[in-house]
């Protein structure tokens, strides 16, 4: 079938990876002009002419404006169309499940809320996610048939044979095995589910302090303790699913836990969350210990302790980054990564005083010595994960200009 849009070096095929080429570095350096397209992708100027007539006329470029403070004419520059395409994010946790909308260029366009108090039914979900969903889609000026992906941040993982959610018990409402289903049902886009922490790592992978790094390991804290495997500069995943639930690895320094699908912890989790760090705070005599939510305990706590050059504040810091260390040493012998990534905000709030404690810890307890860094991405990791994961297959599909 010589001649049709899928055969390797047909004209239509080269056009559509030149079309691809040129949106990408209008992507990546903003407005650009014929002349400056031409040179960065070595199309001929009458080449790139065409090119972004053809983009133009199919609605993915627009003329934006002309070049100033040059010798010569002006000269017009161009721009990815926004409205080419719009694709959708959500952060799901047992508090609240959050929604953004970005453009096609990235640009976040719409965002809003929903609390999630309270035990959940599946069909209790269902109108959540909606709700988030019509809600950041308003915000944005637009409605539900606008949105070309959803991607969907859970704790946990969907098993892929059962369809039922796995390493995450203290989501209520998720468990159905009629829940995905039920949810295509409601949405008229295609909808992917991933795991929080993976979508934490596609962030610092996408815009982060993983960029350019094809292995390494994203270890976050905040509501659990958990981490992302990038491997080849591929997610793994696992079997299940459920590769990178670090929480409930077993290590020296906590009891054994068993039946942990039950108890939703582990011993890493019980040594090293963000649980453990406002208990040891109290056992090592610290006062003033803040009430409220663990996760944001613990980040007052490593904040402030990373600030206060006292000896508590020093020892609760130090025995954390051991702690930390303990864990990852499992991780980095088994893995052997380039680069390890701390995210979330029981590690964040530690700063590089933390860092650098957790990687002279490492050093000593792992053969391999991985550069350890903090993460970049700290305004909501997990929802940008979301937005980049539906952003790119949205791309894939609005910026295939073969068909």
Same mark, same amino acid.
């Given at each position: 079938?010589?001649?049709?849009?899928?055969?390797?070096?047909?004209?239509?095929?080269?056009?559509?990876?030149?079309?691809?080429?040129?949106?990408?570095?209008?992507?990546?350096?903003?407005?650009?002009?014929?002349?400056?397209?031409?040179?960065? =992708?070595?199309?001929?100027?009458?080449?790139?002419? #065409? /090119?972004?007539?053809?983009?133009?006329?199919?609605?993915?470029?627009?003329?934006?404006? =002309?070049?100033?403070?040059?010798?010569?004419?002006?000269? #017009?520059?161009?721009?990815? @169309?926004?409205?080419?395409?719009?694709?959708? $994010?959500?952060?799901?946790?047992?508090?609240?499940?959050?929604?953004?909308?970005?453009?096609? =260029?990235?640009?976040?366009?719409?965002?809003?809320?929903?609390?999630?108090?309270?035990? @959940?039914?599946?069909?209790?979900?269902?109108? #959540?996610?909606?709700?988030?969903? &019509?809600?950041?889609?308003?915000?944005?000026?637009?409605?539900?048939?606008?949105?070309?992906?959803?991607?969907?941040?859970?704790?946990?993982?969907? &098993?892929?044979?059962?369809?039922?959610?796995?390493?995450?018990?203290?989501?209520?409402?998720?468990?159905?095995?009629?829940?995905?289903?039920? /949810?295509?049902?409601?949405?008229?886009?295609?909808?992917?589910?991933?795991? &929080?922490?993976?979508?934490?790592?596609?962030?610092? #992978?996408?815009?982060?302090?993983?960029? $350019?790094?094809?292995?390494?390991?994203?270890?976050? @804290?905040?509501?659990?303790?958990?981490?992302?495997?990038?491997?080849?500069?591929?997610?793994?995943?696992?079997? =299940?699913?459920?590769?990178?639930?670090?929480?409930?690895?077993?290590?020296?320094?906590?009891?054994?836990?068993?039946?942990?699908?039950?108890?939703?912890?582990?011993?890493?989790?019980?040594?090293?969350?963000?649980?453990?760090?406002?208990?040891?705070?109290?056992?090592?005599?610290?006062?003033?210990?803040?009430?409220?939510?663990?996760?944001?305990?613990?980040?007052?706590?490593?904040?402030?302790?990373?600030?206060?050059?006292?000896?508590?504040?020093?020892?609760?810091?130090?025995?954390?980054?051991?702690?930390?260390?303990?864990?990852?040493?499992?991780?980095?012998?088994?893995?052997?990564?380039?680069?390890?990534?701390?995210?979330?905000?029981?590690?964040?709030?530690?700063?590089?005083?933390?860092?650098?404690?957790?990687?002279?810890?490492?050093?000593?307890?792992?053969?391999?010595?991985?550069?350890?860094?903090?993460?970049?991405?700290?305004?909501?990791?997990?929802?940008?994960?979301?937005?980049?994961?539906?952003?790119?297959?949205?791309?894939?599909?609005?910026?295939?200009?073969?068909?």
């Amino acid at each position: 079938m010589a001649g049709t849009a899928g055969t390797p070096g047909t004209p239509r095929v080269l056009r559509a990876m030149n079309d691809r080429a040129a949106l990408d570095l209008l992507l990546a350096h903003g407005p650009l002009s014929r002349t400056r397209i031409g040179k960065l =992708t070595g199309l001929s100027k009458p080449t790139a002419s #065409q /090119l972004l007539a053809r983009l133009e006329a199919a609605g993915l470029v627009l003329a934006t404006g =002309t070049t100033a403070g040059r010798p010569g004419p002006n000269a #017009q520059l161009y721009a990815v @169309n926004p409205a080419a395409g719009y694709a959708a $994010g959500l952060d799901v946790t047992p508090e609240r499940v959050l929604a953004s909308v970005a453009d096609v =260029t990235g640009r976040t366009v719409g965002a809003h809320e929903v609390p999630t108090p309270g035990r @959940n039914t599946a069909q209790a979900v269902v109108r #959540q996610v909606t709700d988030a969903l &019509d809600g950041a889609v308003k915000a944005a000026g637009l409605t539900r048939d606008d949105v070309r992906r959803l991607v969907v941040a859970t704790p946990g993982a969907f &098993d892929p044979t059962t369809g039922r959610l796995r390493y995450a018990s203290h989501l209520p409402g998720w468990h159905s095995p009629a829940l995905l289903d039920d /949810l295509a049902a409601a949405l008229p886009m295609p909808v992917e589910y991933e795991n &929080d922490v993976n979508l934490a790592a596609v962030a610092e #992978q996408r815009l982060g302090a993983a960029r $350019g790094h094809e292995d390494f390991v994203l270890l976050w @804290n905040e509501g659990g303790l958990g981490a992302a495997l990038v491997l080849g500069g591929r997610l793994h995943r696992g079997w =299940t699913g459920g590769a990178g639930e670090v929480g409930f690895l077993p290590v020296p320094g906590a009891p054994l836990v068993r039946q942990v699908t039950k108890a939703n912890s582990g011993g890493y989790q019980e040594l090293a969350g963000s649980q453990a760090v406002p208990r040891l705070a109290r056992e090592l005599g610290i006062d003033d210990v803040p009430e409220g939510p663990y996760a944001e305990v613990a980040a007052a706590l490593v904040r402030r302790a990373a600030a206060e050059d006292t000896a508590l504040h020093r020892l609760l810091l130090q025995t954390y980054a051991t702690r930390l260390a303990t864990g990852l040493a499992s991780l980095v012998s088994v893995l052997d990564p380039e680069l390890v990534v701390l995210s979330g905000a029981s590690l964040t709030a530690g700063g590089e005083v933390l860092r650098a404690l957790v990687q002279d810890e490492l050093e000593e307890l792992a053969a391999s010595r991985p550069k350890l860094v903090m993460g970049d991405v700290t305004e909501q990791p997990v929802l940008r994960g979301a937005l980049e994961s539906a952003l790119a297959a949205t791309r894939d599909e609005v910026f295939d200009t073969s068909r």
